[in-house]
């Protein structure tokens, strides 16, 4: 009877946690090594290794190279990743605990629910840093509260709240991205997908949110102000107290007729 479980059992895991029975092509101590010897303008490459689970807080990437890196469940708190390439890569699953990602190009890379805060809660100090970072068509669905995007390039970006499985296709899920008090000043936004977000407090002072979705959005108390919202919509987007003082192209934006408390926002 348990030879025959036994492998069943197997599989079952392997489901529920993908990769937790496969070895990683590097130890974080192989890393560490190579990190420590990596002399300036010699990256450390680590392009599509699989390094999951590995224990790599702390560490100092140096711009390393990790375009289509496996980072599923790795622990990357307090790490620096200023200037690394990290397109492609899946960082699900993965502690991002006060890690720097500025100027960082993660283009194309999935951030499907990380752990971003050391208890519930969630102190904005302990959230992660993009200042600058490309996150081009990057997947997000994570809570974020506290954030630091300034002057990154979001374009495509998507943050809607569904959720494909392999064999149950895209699905909704009620988990809602939760960005309040994110800074987006600067921030290259157009044709972001925001559905649903909770930004409450954030701020997108001369933000380009052109042809974004914001539909049913909270931006209560957000700051719009200087941003460049051409052809975005609205619809059904909380404006609670958000500032819009000189925004661009609030003439041409959609669903703005049904966005609840428009009358309570700051023009």
Do not use: W
Request: glycine letters at 8%; a negative charge; hydrophobic letters at 45%.
């Amino acid at each position: 009877m348990i030879r025959r479980t036994l492998p069943l059992l197997i599989s079952l895991i392997a489901v529920a946690a993908p990769g937790a029975l496969l070895a990683a092509d590097i130890t974080a101590r192989e890393i560490t090594q190579a990190l420590f010897k990596a002399k300036d303008g010699e990256p450390v490459d680590l392009a599509g290794k699989d390094l999951q689970f590995l224990d790599l807080a702390g560490l100092d990437f140096k711009g390393a190279r990790l375009d289509g890196a496996d980072l599923y469940g790795v622990d990357l708190t307090d790490a620096k990743l200023v200037g690394s390439t990290v397109k492609n890569a899946r960082l699900d699953r993965a502690t991002l605990i006060r890690a720097d990602f500025s100027g960082a190009d993660l283009t194309k890379s999935t951030l499907l629910r990380p752990t971003v805060y050391t208890d519930l809660s969630a102190e904005y100090g302990d959230a992660p840093r993009f200042t600058g970072a490309r996150l081009v068509e990057v997947r997000v669905m994570a809570q974020l509260d506290g954030a630091d995007f300034k002057g990154a390039d979001l374009t495509g970006a998507d943050f809607s709240p569904h959720e494909f499985r392999p064999g149950q296709g895209t699905i909704s899920t009620l988990m809602k991205n939760l960005l309040r008090s994110c800074d987006f000043t600067d921030a290259k936004l157009r044709g972001a997908d925001l559905r649903h977000a909770v930004l409450t407090f954030a701020r997108f002072t001369n933000a380009d949110l052109r042809s974004a979705n914001l539909s049913k959005t909270d931006l209560s108390r957000a700051d719009l102000t200087g941003a460049d919202m051409t052809g975005a919509d609205l619809s059904e987007a909380d404006l609670d107290g958000a500032v819009l003082t000189g925004v661009k192209g609030l003439d041409t934006v959609k669903g703005l007729a049904h966005a609840v408390n428009l009358d309570r926002a700051v023009r």
